[in-house]
């Protein structure tokens, strides 16, 4: 499963990093609203949700499908402004059709909403088609797109002011000593870039980012298998304090490509990627290696150890401690001319936070 960002066409220079006010308040709300993704912020978001005005907080109920499971596209732009007002001041530029279709694909759980072009807005068909995609997700959902749908003026609006009434509630307090770390990440992947090339500046967003080996594209270690054209427009990386562990990617018809990344840290490191994740999870399913990492639970043991304490062979062994290792679920130490094997505690213990962080990504 990948996201593909063609860069045919796209200038060198138009691969840039960049700070976005809405961006971030955007994954404050995402925060705020599935605070399971992110319990090591479940300090800052119980605070902020106690200090919230009841009506705030209804507001932010009604219109969460925006920002919850994934972010609408209009959420993150790819052309940021110094302040939260002016890229507000952009999103209202964006044409009724265009704003709905994003808000509709993730109210409804569905990137496939349009009918060969046809509009939401304007076709009772596909009028019918959101608004049972949005029922089978809840009353919530079906609500908010019957109001989208029938009034998006209205909505519209509604939901600026929301996002303003954020920013006076508990934005605007935060947000200089979080561009100030934003910006400093976004001069370091720049210089990075410079001086090491596109490579190492994808490797420092995120090990969930490659370049392909033609150098041609981008490629996303995401749950979609899609592929986005940048083009001469380029593609936009939104670094995020309020971002790990997610890499949300913009990357529907129309939209310029951009990437908001979490900015990492010692306290919170670089998810596994999920090809490694599924390695150790293949690794522990087999009855026999299961056997053998209760045995290494315990305590270094030899092959021939092994061997002898589940009748088996020590080539058996062998094959089996090989998976293991592959997966990075042992250690080993040598002792004259014997290797003792043991389990890797720390990387075992972490497996449920590892799968939990890369399926999130």
Not at 56 to 81: C, G, I, K, M, Y
Not at 106 to 134: I, K, Q, W
Not at 286 to 315: C, F, K, M, Q, Y
Request: glycine letters at 6%; one cysteine or more; aromatic letters at 4%.
């Amino acid at each position: 499963m990948t996201l593909r960002i063609d860069l045919t066409g796209t200038p060198p220079r138009h691969i840039r990093f960049a700070v976005s006010p809405l961006a971030e308040l955007t994954a404050m709300l995402h925060v705020l609203a599935a605070p399971d993704h992110h319990p090591q912020l479940a300090g800052w978001a119980a605070g902020a949700r106690a200090a919230l005005r009841p009506d705030l907080a209804e507001r932010l109920q009604e219109a969460e499908f925006l920002w919850r499971s994934s972010r609408a596209d209009f959420l993150v732009p790819a052309r940021p402004r110094a302040t939260l007002a002016e890229e507000l001041d952009e999103v209202d530029l964006i044409d009724d059709e265009r704003y709905v279709r994003s808000a509709l694909v993730t109210t409804c759980g569905s990137n496939r909403l349009t009918h060969a072009g046809r509009s939401a807005l304007t076709d009772p068909v596909v009028r019918a088609d959101a608004l049972g995609r949005a029922q089978a997700r809840g009353a919530a959902q079906e609500a908010f797109a019957e109001r989208l749908l029938t009034d998006p003026a209205a909505v519209r609006a509604r939901i600026r002011e929301t996002l303003e009434q954020c920013a006076t509630a508990f934005f605007d307090r935060a947000w200089p000593g979080i561009a100030a770390r934003l910006a400093q990440d976004v001069r370091t992947k720049q210089d990075l870039m410079r001086r090491q090339g596109l490579g190492a500046a994808m490797a420092a967003v995120s090990t969930a980012i490659t370049v392909a080996e033609d150098g041609r594209s981008l490629v996303l270690d995401k749950l979609q298998d899609n592929t986005a054209e940048a083009g001469p427009a380029g593609v936009t990386f939104l670094p995020s304090v309020f971002g790990h562990p997610h890499l949300v990617a913009v990357n529907a018809v129309g939209w310029q490509p951009v990437v908001h990344y979490p900015v990492g840290e010692a306290e919170h490191p670089e998810p596994v990627p999920l090809e490694a994740v599924r390695l150790r999870l293949d690794a522990l399913a087999h009855p026999v290696r299961l056997r053998l990492v209760r045995s290494l639970a315990r305590g270094p043991h030899t092959t021939g150890e092994l061997a002898r304490a589940w009748d088996l062979t020590d080539p058996e062994v062998s094959r089996h401690l090989a998976v293991l290792r592959r997966a990075g679920l042992l250690t080993t130490r040598r002792q004259g001319r014997y290797v003792h094997y043991a389990l890797d505690l720390a990387t075992t213990t972490s497996l449920g936070a590892d799968l939990l962080a890369a399926v999130l990504r």
